[in-house]
């Protein structure tokens, strides 16, 4: 709407001092000929708006002026847990209210505060994607979001690697981790389709494996007690545990310590921190450490992204399995 984005345009003079016509079209994405448009009816209301000409000239206000329009929308005032993350707020449909929220909260700080503020903008930024890899593309996010916020029941067709559900779903909160959306929520009581019944259990759901979502009129009650991130940690820590099937003893070089956290994060940090010293007849600076492993099949492909600079000595039957993968490899590339 036009009228939020004159207050913008207002709190960024404010906030920023002089701006150019570009560096303000940018910040608002709009055009240059719109930036225009909007200073002039700014003048028109009765801001103090000046003009200056020349290669450091700009839009400024009048020494002094400040506006007392710095009130948040209940929408704004919500946006601002993501204040760090403008990213994803953005995927949550909330990028322009937080862009606002953040306008307005700074230009009702004092002025060392406000400062401050802007010095802290200007030298830390979160960045919540996991590196080499996109973020997961995720068309159903804001209306998700939506019915969470609206606590509305969602109609849903989810895709799983067993096969597609219909399933009606209370929906009780996001979750971002490593750039990926997952949606906690619980069936609802009625059958779902293609799982044969589903137990009313709170679940985590990858927003983008959402075939199709759609928002129902009616509402829910939440659980008595639950929190978010109370059950976020405990299923966090019950999927670690599950992955951990069996505990590999490798002996590794001076790379392989190096690449070893690289590979399998936490677990191998802690691997490396606790390795033994090398046996007898290991090479100069190699380690021994035990490190949790998937189950065989897994743990094989992930070891072997090790190359040359890991031998698998134990449990016998994964480095067997390991033996065989590296005897038929050795057989491809013949």
Do not use: C
């Amino acid at each position: 709407m036009r009228a939020d984005r004159l207050l913008s345009l207002l709190l960024l003079l404010q906030n920023r001092g002089r701006m150019t016509a570009p560096q303000l079209a940018a910040a608002l994405e709009v055009s240059v000929r719109t930036v225009h448009r909007d200073i002039e009816a700014l003048g028109a209301s009765g801001v103090p708006v000046l003009a200056e000409r020349g290669p450091a000239g700009g839009y400024r206000l009048t020494d002094g002026y400040r506006t007392r329009l710095t009130g948040l929308t209940d929408t704004q005032a919500g946006s601002l847990v993501l204040a760090g993350m403008p990213g994803p707020a953005g995927e949550l449909g909330l990028g322009a209210d937080l862009a606002v929220a953040r306008l307005k909260l700074r230009a009702a700080l004092p002025a060392v505060s406000a400062e401050r503020a802007r010095l802290v903008e200007e030298r830390f930024h979160l960045d919540a994607t996991a590196w080499f890899r996109e973020a997961d593309p995720v068309p159903h996010l804001a209306p998700i979001a939506r019915a969470v916020w609206d606590q509305r029941v969602l109609r849903t067709h989810y895709g799983r690697p067993r096969g597609e559900v219909r399933r009606e779903l209370h929906p009780l909160g996001l979750v971002l981790k490593g750039g990926i959306w997952y949606l906690v929520a619980r069936t609802a009581p009625e059958r779902a389709e293609g799982d044969g019944g589903a137990e009313r259990h709170v679940r985590s759901y990858r927003v983008r494996r959402f075939l199709a979502v759609e928002t129902l009129p009616e509402g829910f009650e939440r659980p008595a007690g639950f929190e978010l991130a109370a059950y976020w940690r405990e299923s966090a820590a019950q999927l670690e545990a599950a992955r951990h099937r069996t505990t590999a003893l490798l002996r590794i070089s001076p790379r392989g310590a190096l690449l070893l956290p690289m590979q399998f994060g936490a677990a191998g940090v802690r691997a490396v921190e606790a390795a033994e010293p090398p046996g007898p007849g290991d090479p100069e600076g190699w380690l021994r450490v035990r490190l949790p492993v998937e189950g065989e099949a897994l743990a094989v492909g992930d070891l072997l992204r090790l190359g040359a600079e890991a031998e698998v000595l134990g449990p016998p039957g994964l480095r067997r399995a390991v033996a065989r993968a590296v005897a038929t490899l050795a057989d491809r590339y013949r």
